[in-house]
């Protein structure tokens, strides 16, 4: 469906979604983590089957702790094939390799599955999308289960609005926001003195408050700003700046669960500048 009148409005709606979710999230702080930034470098191959139907290969590597640390390696493949002119499916799987600076090595990967629909509301040259990705992380290593579940179960959503009236650059916005399901449920914690209710309150019952791994909220507000260049059919190039507000419940337990050491909210944000190259065929 296109609308040929275009209109700037939806730029309006990004920004002030944007701040509304970053001022939610420190009205919620309890700790607040220093701002950080890092980047985001990839290069990709993305090859045509058929009309509608891409292959996806991309390699990433991470930068964090103010530019001046590696944190991760990232190889993603995915298969995305569009069913209607507005809707777009896909699947893909992402092996994660996080480095640890401490002992100069890769340990704890992670295996990653995604399955996501995008939907496109084309209008004129402006083209707003809503993108809905689930994911599933399984987590390898030696890692306490009663901090974090092996198996993490998310959801992204992401509403992208983009130009394409411009002949070789295509800038876009969107946000994102990212939901975590099985997080540990724990209805009270240590605070180094007494045990606390969520709700602040003193509790007289000590002990482990682990009610399950059903503990779902918002653990991550997305913005980013960047342009698409391509250069010709076969070549293009991404810039852009992305926003990360995070949102994290830490558990620190004992690894036998039997006595929790404190739970603490979390809040903080990081700014990433991400470049990245695709090659088509």
């Not at 993108?131 to 290593?141: D, H, N, P, S």
Request: net charge positive; hydrophobic share 40%; with cysteine.
């Amino acid at each position: 469906m296109e609308i040929q009148s275009a209109k700037f409005w939806p730029l309006t709606v990004f920004i002030g979604l944007s701040l509304l979710f970053s001022t939610s999230l420190r009205a919620q702080t309890n700790v607040k983590d220093a701002p950080e930034f890092g980047a985001r470098i990839s290069l990709g191959l993305d090859k045509k089957i058929v009309k509608g139907l891409h292959i996806t290969l991309e390699e990433e590597a991470r930068f964090d702790n103010n530019f001046r640390g590696f944190d991760r390696l990232q190889t993603t493949l995915g298969i995305q094939y569009k069913v209607h002119n507005n809707i777009k499916l896909g699947l893909g799987y992402a092996f994660i390799a996080p480095y640890s600076p401490s002992n100069s090595t890769f340990k704890n990967m992670r295996h990653r599955l995604m399955a996501d629909i995008t939907g496109t509301l084309k209008m004129g040259n402006w083209n707003l999308s809503l993108k809905e990705r689930f994911q599933w992380t399984y987590r390898m290593g030696d890692i306490n289960l009663f901090q974090s579940p092996r198996n993490l179960l998310g959801l992204k959503s992401r509403l992208m609005l983009k130009y394409k009236g411009a002949r070789i650059v295509e800038p876009y916005v969107y946000v994102e926001v990212r939901n975590v399901f099985n997080a540990p449920a724990v209805s009270a914690y240590f605070d180094g003195t007494d045990y606390m209710t969520e709700s602040g309150a003193v509790t007289s019952d000590p002990g482990w408050f682990l009610t399950g791994y059903n503990n779902c909220y918002v653990n991550r507000v997305r913005s980013c700003l960047g342009m698409d260049v391509k250069i010709n059919k076969k070549h293009s190039l991404d810039f852009a700046f992305l926003a990360d507000y995070t949102r994290d419940k830490i558990i620190d337990a004992n690894s036998d669960g039997t006595k929790l050491k404190s739970y603490t909210k979390v809040t903080g944000f990081i700014g990433n500048i991400c470049a990245s190259y695709v090659f088509s065929f």
